[in-house]
């Protein structure tokens, strides 16, 4: 399955976790804006990812929208989390939110991204450091 971002709608994303996600052999693509307008469910979107990934590496791929940047995530963090991250907290997720690739390529057919190739890739070296080749069947 391959998902638009949920735009920080937590509660959205759960129910579609309920529908589509909860057998572990299915293999997902979200494809970014999981940042939008509600911080908190922006985060707990962020968060969330982050720990179906570690779960299920091989069946979960997590694709960087537009907003899904370094400095939006260490803003949201510092704003409204300060109390609950720590700095050196903050700068990782920050850190991995920049390791998060914005395309997956499925089968050498299909190019999946939230909003196509990022103005600041000039090369198609630069292009393939950051595009994920999801094992999906």
């Not at 976790?17 to 707990?44: H, Y």
Request: hydrophobic share 40%; aromatic share 12%.
């Amino acid at each position: 399955f391959i998902f638009p971002g949920v735009q920080s709608f937590f509660s959205d994303l759960l129910n579609l976790e309920k529908l589509f996600w909860r057998p572990t052999t299915t293999n997902i693509i979200i494809s970014g804006n999981i940042v939008g307008p509600d911080a908190l469910g922006s985060i707990l979107s962020f968060v969330y990812f982050l720990c179906l990934k570690i779960l299920r590496p091989d069946r979960f791929t997590l694709l960087k929208g537009r907003y899904e940047t370094p400095t939006m995530l260490h803003r949201l963090f510092k704003q409204y989390f300060s109390d609950a991250f720590d700095s050196d907290s903050i700068k990782l997720l920050t850190t991995i939110c920049d390791e998060i690739p914005f395309a997956a390529i499925i089968e050498d057919q299909i190019f999946v991204s939230s909003g196509g190739i990022p103005r600041s890739m000039k090369s198609l070296e630069s292009i393939k450091k950051h595009v994920s080749v999801p094992g999906l069947r």
